[in-house]
């Protein structure tokens, strides 16, 4: 038996069974990003976290250094800390110091800490280490507050009961056909 359909567009349709059942809009991706009002895009955020943790160690960043960790240019750097400045996230004069503000700060460390949880929640399920950071970037910025908060769950669940991890391992092994 198949499950009731939901077709994009708004209304009703009739199942299998004679259910009906309601109708969901569907979005595209951008579509998602733009009903959930966001004003960063996956890019921002990146150069946010960048900057917070550059200032974590140095208690400012410049364009220079934050080019050269994001394998950017420069201008390209110029551009967005402007765009973070436009929205209160830190404060930016040309050619000067990149302070975040404190909207700034607690954004950047929330930014830092989704990366970090991501990259060891796949470290912890066994994603190769050849593609474990760009896994992580493709997943961190594209994960609603409810997923991440699910995944966080997932991750210290596994964490704190090594024998389901166990499993879990014992599992993937068998269904690859390995011992």
Known sequence: MLPPVSLPGGGRREGEQGRVTEERD????????MTEGRKMTPSME???EMIYRIHLREGHARTTRLAKRLNVQ????????????????????????IRLTEKGE???????KRHILVENFLKIIGVKESTLLLDTEMIEHHLSLSAFEQVKSLYHFLKDNPGVLKQFYQYNRKRRGEK
């Open 26 to 33: 569907f979005y595209t991706f951008r579509g998602y990003l």
């Open 106 to 112: 607690k954004l950047g460390g929330f930014l830092l």
């Open 46 to 48: 990146d150069y946010l």
């Open 74 to 97: 420069a201008s390209s750097v110029t551009k967005t800390v402007q765009k973070l400045a436009r929205l209160g996230l830190l404060h930016y004069e040309k050619y000067g110091l």
